[in-house]
């Protein structure tokens, strides 16, 4: 069974920088999927990035193109969200999700981050002048 808890969140003014951390468990190997999606006070799931453990291929939301980055450290079982340039909607709590691509899970450009199993308990970012 995958396990994946975030870290990284956290109050940050306007324009300024986080990176999320996604420390994951029970990965045979390398044949997943692992994203990020987030919940704004009020509103449902929103995707934001998705990486393939595989090849690398990532995708990320329009939302947050140019200013999001999403990566991995394959060894240590780690997936990042770099988020600079913060912006007051970029405030919510963000989870790290994760799928088995051999069960059909994928990365769409479409729906980042969405669409995969496996959640974490999430971490909060709160974006504040």
């Known amino acids: 069974q995958l396990q994946l808890v975030e870290s990284g969140g956290g109050l940050v003014q306007p324009g300024g920088s986080l990176r999320l951390t996604c420390a994951a468990s029970?990965?045979?190997?390398?044949?997943?999927?692992v994203g990020w999606f987030r919940r704004a006070p009020g509103k449902g799931r929103e995707g934001v990035s998705c990486l393939s453990l595989s090849d690398g291929t990532t995708y990320s939301a329009n939302s947050v193109k140019g200013r999001f980055t999403i990566s991995r450290d394959n060894a240590k079982k780690k997936v990042y969200l770099l988020m600079n340039n913060l912006k007051l909607e970029d405030t919510g709590v963000y989870y790290c999700?994760?799928?088995?691509?051999?069960?059909?899970?994928?990365?769409?450009?479409?729906?980042?981050?969405?669409?995969?199993?496996?959640w974490g308990l999430g971490t909060q970012v709160i974006v504040s002048s």
């Open positions: 029970g990965f045979s190997d390398d044949y997943y999927i």
């Open positions: 999700a994760a799928d088995d691509q051999r069960i059909g899970a994928h990365c769409s450009p479409a729906r980042p981050g969405m669409d995969l199993g496996y």
